[in-house]
């Protein structure tokens, strides 16, 4: 690896293996930079399968916590980082609500009831790349209600994959102003995309 100071890297430009081959070497700069590109992803992810904002938001936590600490759990062999990415946060997703039904009927099942463990979805999804597409649908359209002062800060921030104070100084704006509004257009895309995603399970 080679011996380059974290400033002199322009992140944004990294492709996801990249990223992650830095992560491995504790690289929180690279870290900081696959979190925004994939965060909203990862989010809309759990919530399609928890049905709950504030338990997808812990499951983003746990899930981007689990890449720092273990970033060798990805391959980069083994197929892109997305496909991997959005393979552990479905199966993640699946355990949650397995086990939340598990506790919920615990206490009536019978013992073969008890026993019983749905099978898990492989990991090689072949339809997800259809799914990647409706969660990118999905995500636009939470996008579009947004203020447009907050929807263009979120889109360079978490698509774009700029810093805060790199979007400072690309709009001229104040650092202050650009995390405001980077904190309430985030509440307000969360907010717009869990309707959708019940009005979808109906």
């Known amino acids: 690896m080679p011996d380059v100071s974290p400033e ?25 930079a696959l979190y925004r590109r994939y965060t909203a992803l990862v989010y809309s992810t759990c919530l399609r399968v928890v049905r709950d904002p504030h338990i997808a938001e812990d499951m983003v936590q746990e899930i981007f916590l689990r890449i720092w600490r273990k ?19 479905r199966n993640r997703a699946v355990d949650e ?39 990118r649908r999905l995500i636009l359209g ?18 774009g994959g700029l810093t805060q104070q790199e979007i400072a100084e690309r709009l001229g704006q104040p650092l202050g102003t650009v995390k405001t509004r980077i904190r309430l257009g985030m509440q307000k895309l969360r907010a717009a995309l869990t309707p959708q995603l019940r009005w979808e399970d109906r």
């Open 8 to 32: 002199e890297i322009a992140y944004s430009g990294l492709d996801d293996e990249e990223l992650m081959e830095r992560i491995r070497y504790r690289d929180l700069k690279a870290f900081q």
């Open 71 to 89: 970033p060798e759990s990805y391959v980069n062999q083994r197929g892109r980082f997305l496909t991997w990415l959005i393979s552990v946060t």
């Open 97 to 135: 609500v397995r086990s939340r039904n598990r506790r919920l009927r615990h206490e009536s099942a019978s013992p073969a009831e008890q026993d019983f463990q749905p099978p898990a979805p492989p990991a090689d999804d072949p339809a997800l790349s259809a799914e990647l597409a409706d969660q």
């Open 142 to 159: 939470a996008l579009a209600v947004i203020p447009s002062e907050q929807r263009e800060i979120i889109q360079l921030a978490y698509f």
